[in-house]
T-cell receptor
């Protein structure tokens, strides 16, 4: 079935450094790739997304890149700050039907050390 | 505008007991979703409702039932709880407009079955 793999499962960086999280997906027809941030005790919140007709998207310190040929996409956070510490999930929109279901990766716990 | 709300926030059940998790959204969204989140497994879709009056199974529907009570409310019922259903449950909603993929998540219900 459809699958999204996410790496690494944990990531520790020094404040000010960059962080990169990578995901691969199995369904070549997938066309929407969101990234969610989940803070402790809260629900996931969308931070950035990209569609299959775009290769890169930026929003201030965060960016997402998409390589459709290789079926992978990545989240880049620059100039990391302690408040970036959270669990990040990637997802891909499955296209088996028209239900707009999302298939999620297993999550990356990011720790930004002050 | 509260977004997506869920009740209760925490619940402890004994094996075999039943309960209903409540979810409501005030964004006039058509589509609603129930996920469970387990350590190292990301979010997995249990059931969804593409629009009022319709419900469909997701990846892991066994042991659960849902009701789309009206456009605002989507409940998840555990008829006979099992320890394997210990998890954090998230409700989400989406506008339902074609091409609008973003899902908005509630704060979650942490359920423990002993």
């Amino acid at each position: 079935g459809e699958n999204v793999e996410q790496h690494p499962s944990t990531l520790s960086v020094q404040e000010g450094d960059s962080a990169v999280i990578k995901c691969t997906y199995s369904d070549s027809a997938s066309n929407y790739f969101p990234w969610y941030k989940q803070e402790l005790g809260k629900g996931p919140q969308l931070i950035i997304d990209i569609r299959s007709n775009v290769g890169e998207k930026k929003d201030q310190r965060i960016a997402v890149t998409l390589n459709k040929t290789a079926k992978h996409f990545s989240l880049h956070i620059t100039e990391t700050q302690p408040e970036d510490s959270a669990v990040y999930f990637c997802a891909a929109r499955g296209l088996r039907d028209s239900s707009y279901k999302l298939i999620f990766g297993s999550g990356t716990r990011l720790l930004v050390r002050p | 505008n509260a977004g997506v709300t869920q009740t209760p926030k925490f619940q402890v059940l004994k094996t075999g007991q039943s309960m209903t998790l409540q979810c409501a959204q005030d964004m006039n969204h058509n589509s609603m979703y129930w996920y469970r989140q387990d350590p190292g497994m990301g979010l997995r879709l249990i059931y969804y409702s593409a629009s009022e009056g319709t419900t469909d199974k997701g990846e892991v529907p066994n042991g659960y039932n849902v009701s789309r009570l009206n456009k605002r409310e989507f409940s998840l019922r555990l008829e006979s709880a099992a320890p394997s259903q210990t998890s954090v449950y998230f409700c989400a909603s989406r506008t339902g407009t074609s091409g609008d993929y973003e899902q908005y998540f509630g704060p979650g219900t942490r359920l423990t079955v002993t």
